[in-house]
């Protein structure tokens, strides 16, 4: 048996801190078989540390050295691209058109804000 520090086993609640989530989503996944997790009794369950940096992944796989990034055209301080830029631009436009939509059928009469509700619901603490 090999002999570990015992920082390396966390708790369900110290990996949920770790990653700052709730600790049902970490039981969440480790029912799931998304995080390998041991039993240590009938109830307490441990996590490796090494177990916790293989959940995360990144979103976007970052850019490795400048070589790769003139080759794919990215860099932090280069302009987008004209095609990019259209796009963007279309989709505001059909963004602002549906907006007009809305705003037609509702006889030209907004959407309330909501901002007041929200507040008086978080006071009563019905939120």
């Avoid at 049902?24 to 441990?46: D, E, M």
């Avoid at 996590?47 to 976007?60: A, G, H, K, S, W």
């Avoid at 990215?74 to 259209?86: T, V």
């Amino acid at each position: 048996m090999v002999a570990t520090t015992e920082s390396e086993w966390l708790t369900t609640a110290e990996a949920a801190k770790t990653l700052k989530v709730s600790p049902l989503t970490v039981s969440r996944w480790i029912k799931q078989g998304r995080l390998p997790a041991s039993r240590v009794g009938p109830r307490a369950v441990r996590i490796r540390r090494e177990d916790l940096t293989r959940v995360m992944t990144p979103i976007v796989e970052p850019v490795g050295t400048m070589a790769e990034a003139t080759s794919t055209g990215m860099s932090a301080d280069s302009p987008i691209s004209e095609e990019l830029k259209a796009r963007r631009l279309a989709a505001l436009e059909v963004m602002r058109i549906n907006s007009d939509a809305i705003l037609a059928r509702r006889g030209g009469v907004p959407f309330e804000s909501s901002a007041d509700l929200i507040r008086e619901g978080r006071d009563e603490g019905t939120w």
